[in-house]
């Protein structure tokens, strides 16, 4: 059963940092898309990084191209979001995705766009000006 779990999320005021944590189980984690997203009420849910757990490659928004940073450990089975230089339109329910398919694995040419089919609870980010 794939698990997502969030964390990391919290209050910070414009111009500082977060660091979200996303730990993934119940699938091989280590050849699939995984990606961030964010959504605020009212709005449709947007997303911000990609990243292919196998090699490495990493998608931005443009929203936060130069600010934000995606990660991952295979290892330990965990991807993470570096957000620097926090704005407060940044704000946001900030969401981990997975596309895992019937065979566990997971391509997409880029992961900005893959068909995510799992998600986390979410984490609250708020960012006061």
């Known amino acids: 059963q794939v698990q997502l779990v969030e964390s990391g999320g919290g209050s910070v005021q414009a111009g500082g940092s977060l660091r979200l944590s996303c730990a993934a189980s119940?699938?091989?984690?280590?050849?699939?898309?995984m990606g961030w997203f964010r959504q605020t009420p009212g709005k449709e849910r947007e997303v911000v990084a990609g990243?292919?757990?196998?090699?490495?490659?990493?998608y931005y928004a443009d929203a936060v191209k130069g600010r934000f940073t995606i990660s991952r450990n295979n290892v330990e089975n965990a991807m993470y979001l570096q957000m620097n230089s926090l704005k407060p339109e940044d704000t946001a329910m900030y969401y981990c995705?997975?596309?895992?398919?019937?065979?566990?694995?997971?391509?997409?040419?880029?992961?900005?766009?893959?068909?995510?089919?799992?998600w986390g609870q979410g984490t609250q980010v708020t960012v006061s000006s």
């Open positions: 995705a997975a596309y895992v398919t019937g065979y566990g694995g997971g391509y997409a040419r880029n992961c900005l766009g893959a068909t995510y089919n799992y």
């Open positions: 990243l292919y757990t196998g090699s490495g490659s990493t």
């Open positions: 119940g699938y091989t984690f280590s050849r699939n898309c």
